[in-house]
């Protein structure tokens, strides 16, 4: 297991670096990035972004923004989102090629992991919907409470469009069906026989539909709950295939137990 250190630290070394959050719960967005710097064999530091004393203070100070993961390279400038930091490691490491050269597949490729990954996409609503679930759902104590509320307030949370978001949800993993169909259920990897961004994404988020078993992805039953969901527009056969796909890209490329410590 990684060590972790200071983000004060973090920023006077030089190298990679990758700033997280020691939530106790998977977040996304930082395994996705976790598995990209792991397949790519990229050594990093792993920077906790919150101060015991000053939370997120410095994190905000150092990017203008306090979401992670955040990634820097020697002294050049935080790349704060997704697509940032595939692009630097893309760069960084050749192999394994995560985006096509050909124009099309690349473009293919970014618009599938952004239904997953930006704004707008499944971890987006998904978010929204479990924003929802903290707000509403009485048998939550005043400690999830609040953390719904500083979630509403950080994302923009409106009861208003909870239906979007479940109607967004919804068409995503439709729209990964449909994939999987359309290779008739017999291939590990969303494009052809090699690995890409899309398999590692989709490895990420999946965990907003069922978590990885409690052996491999520790987490409070809670949020556990709170993290399942089941969609309803896609049956309950074509959930279970893109899982174990999710599933197969953990076992044959990534690291077990995920860490949330």
């Not at 609040?146 to 068409?171: F, N, T, W």
Request: charge should be negative; glycine fraction near 6%.
């Amino acid at each position: 297991m990684k060590e972790w250190i200071s983000l004060t630290d973090g920023l006077k070394r030089p190298g990679l670096r990758l700033v997280l959050l020691r939530a106790g719960v998977p977040s996304p967005w930082s395994e996705f990035c976790r598995a990209i710097f792991h397949v790519k064999q990229l050594d990093y530091e792993q920077v906790d972004g919150r101060d015991p004393v000053t939370g997120l203070t410095l994190l905000r100070q150092t990017t203008a923004q306090e979401s992670v993961p955040v990634a820097f390279w020697n002294g050049e400038r935080p790349r704060t989102n997704w697509l940032e930091l595939l692009h630097l490691a893309e760069r960084l490491s050749e192999r394994p090629r995560l985006l096509s050269d050909v124009s099309e597949e690349r473009a293919r490729a970014i618009g599938l992991c952004a239904e997953l990954c930006s704004e707008g996409g499944f971890g987006w609503h998904r978010r929204v919907l479990l924003i929802h679930e903290l707000l509403t759902n009485g048998d939550f104590g005043e400690r999830e409470r609040r953390i719904g509320h500083y979630m509403a307030g950080k994302y923009g949370y409106q009861a208003s469009l909870v239906p979007h978001s479940m109607q967004r949800c919804e068409d995503i993993v439709a729209t990964f069906a449909r994939l999987h169909s359309a290779q008739n259920g017999s291939d590990v990897y969303f494009e052809d026989d090699r690995l890409s961004a899309i398999d590692l994404a989709w490895a990420a988020f999946a965990a907003l539909i069922r978590p990885l078993p409690q052996e491999h992805c520790a987490m409070s039953d809670t949020w556990r709950a709170l993290y399942t969901w089941e969609p309803r527009m896609t049956s309950a056969q074509s959930v279970d295939a893109l899982l174990e796909r999710r599933d197969r890209v953990y076992a044959a490329h990534l690291q077990l137990p995920v860490v949330v410590a």
